[in-house]
T-cell receptor
């Protein structure tokens, strides 16, 4: 079946450090891939997305590239800030109108 | 500002109470969802409505009763809940077409949730 595996945290970094959160997926065909972020006490916000192989999604300094050959969608940021502290969820969607399949989430904690 | 509005933001209720959670969106989306999220866990799908009809029920106990009165509104009626039902309840919406393919990349838009505590 379809599934998403992401590295478990917590990930603890100092401000301005480089961030990578790994995400791999299992799905037939060409799912759409998403990264969502959840700040403390809030709902989920879309961070970025990619809909086909080699697409790169980017937003707020975060990037992720849809790699069909490695079934991966790793999240990266060159220089994290304290305000990036949150839980990050990788997700896929196989069909329009269907629900997202989430990874378990990765907690990021950035200290100054 | 979130485009999916959920009320109330917080709700405390006893196990014998009846209450309702409300969700509203005005983006013209025709698919709406209820998720349950426990602390430090990903959201778990509960229900999916497509064109105001229930299309997915993930074996949710009958003490949770969803309702979609029109294309903009989604309710979740609660009755006789248990302490383990305490969680953040998230509503989401997304475009939906019969052909589907063109909408595959459209993300789900989430509300900020209702934090429910069962005494």
């Amino acid at each position: 079946g379809n599934s998403v595996t992401q590295m478990e945290g917590p990930v603890t970094l100092s401000e301005e450090a480089f961030l990578t959160i790994n995400c791999t997926y299992t799905a037939t065909g060409y799912p759409s891939l998403f990264w969502y972020v959840q700040y403390p006490g809030e709902g989920l916000q879309l961070l970025l997305k990619a809909t086909k192989a080699d697409d790169k999604g980017s937003n707020k300094g975060f990037e992720a590239t849809y790699r069909k050959e490695t079934t991966s969608f790793h999240l990266e940021k060159g220089s994290v800030q304290v305000s990036d502290s949150a839980v990050y969820f990788c997700a896929l969607r196989k069909q329009a109108g269907t629900a997202l399949i989430f990874g378990k989430g990765t907690t990021l904690s950035v200290s100054s | 500002d979130t485009e999916v509005t959920q009320t109330p933001k917080h709700l405390v209720m006893g196990m014998t109470n009846k209450k309702s959670l409300k969700c509203e969106q005005h983006m013209g989306h025709r698919a709406m969802y209820w998720y349950k999220q426990k602390a430090k866990k990903p959201p778990e799908l509960m229900f999916v409505y497509s064109y105001e009809k229930l299309s997915i029920n993930e074996s949710v106990p009958s003490r949770f009763s969803p309702e979609c009165p029109n294309s903009s509104l989604l309710n979740l009626h609660l009755h006789a809940l248990q302490p383990e039902d305490s969680a953040l309840y998230l509503c989401a919406s997304s475009p939906r077409t019969l052909t589907g393919w063109a909408q595959l990349g459209q993300p789900q838009h989430f509300g900020d949730g209702t934090r429910l505590s069962i005494l």
